[in-house]
């Protein structure tokens, strides 16, 4: 069972910034995507970011310009960087993992609290 753990979640003002991180207990080299996604009270599950064993990524349009996804191959870490946060960014973010040897499985953490608000 492959075990994925958030981490970086909290409560920071709106304009503010912070980073997520994400780690999974897969080698780098077996992980095709890692992604994020967030579900925000009362609201339904969506997509973040994610970014492919090759480096390509995508965003969101409701994140784009302020929200960086990257990977540390080394570490079998993938972190978000997010700047400029707004209190509409207030969710629960979730990792995601999909392995090069079963493309039609994503595997998930169990989320971390992001919280904008003055």
């Known amino acids: 069972q492959v075990q994925v753990v958030e981490s970086g979640g909290g409560l920071v003002q709106p304009g503010g910034s912070l980073r997520l991180s994400c780690t999974a207990s897969?080698?780098?080299?077996?992980?095709?995507?890692m992604g994020w996604h967030r579900q925000a009270p009362g609201k339904e599950r969506e997509f973040v970011a994610l970014?492919?064993?090759?480096?390509?990524?995508n965003y969101a349009d409701s994140v784009k310009g302020r929200f960086t996804i990257s990977r540390d191959s080394a570490k079998n870490t993938m972190y978000l960087q997010m700047y400029s946060l707004k209190p509409e960014d207030t969710a629960v973010y979730y990792c995601?993992?999909?392995?090069?040897?079963?493309?039609?499985?994503?595997?998930w953490g169990k989320g971390t609290l992001v919280s904008v608000s003055s």
């Open positions: 897969e080698s780098s080299s077996s992980i095709n995507v």
């Open positions: 995601t993992v999909v392995l090069s040897a079963d493309i039609v499985r994503q595997y």
């Open positions: 970014i492919t064993s090759g480096g390509i990524t």
